[in-house]
Nanobody, 127 residues
């Protein structure tokens, strides 16, 4: 069983940094492709970044490329999202998601293709 718990959100100013964490209590963490999505009020859930089981392959949305970095620590069963140079438009609830198998970019960016979700953590960036 997989249980995902996000943490690290908060209120910051534009230009600041935050690091989100997603802890997985399941024993099969290594098998899952992992991703971060976000959802702003009144908008659809949006892909942010994804990472494969080894951490060697990553995908990013164009809007965060060069500012955000996804990584994973298998020993800690945790996935991270380092967010730098934050902008007001990054304000959203950020969700961690797990998928049985890592796949191509177009598959990983579709929120319907994930098997497990966390409860989300709020990130608010003031101007």
């Amino acid at each position: 069983q997989v249980q995902l718990v996000e943490s690290g959100g908060g209120l910051v100013q534009a230009g600041d940094s935050l690091r989100l964490s997603c802890a997985n209590s399941g024993r099969t963490f290594m098998r899952y492709g992992m991703a971060w999505f976000r959802q702003a009020p009144g908008k659809e859930r949006e892909f942010v970044a994804a990472i494969n089981t080894s951490g060697a392959s990553t995908y990013y949305a164009d809007s965060v490329k060069g500012r955000f970095t996804i990584s994973r620590d298998s020993a800690q069963n945790t996935v991270y999202l380092q967010m730098n140079s934050l902008k007001p438009e990054d304000t959203a609830i950020y969700y961690c998601a797990a998928r049985y198998y890592f796949s191509d970019y177009y598959t990983m960016r579709n929120y319907e293709n994930y098997n497990y979700w966390g409860q989300g953590t709020q990130v608010t960036v003031s101007s």
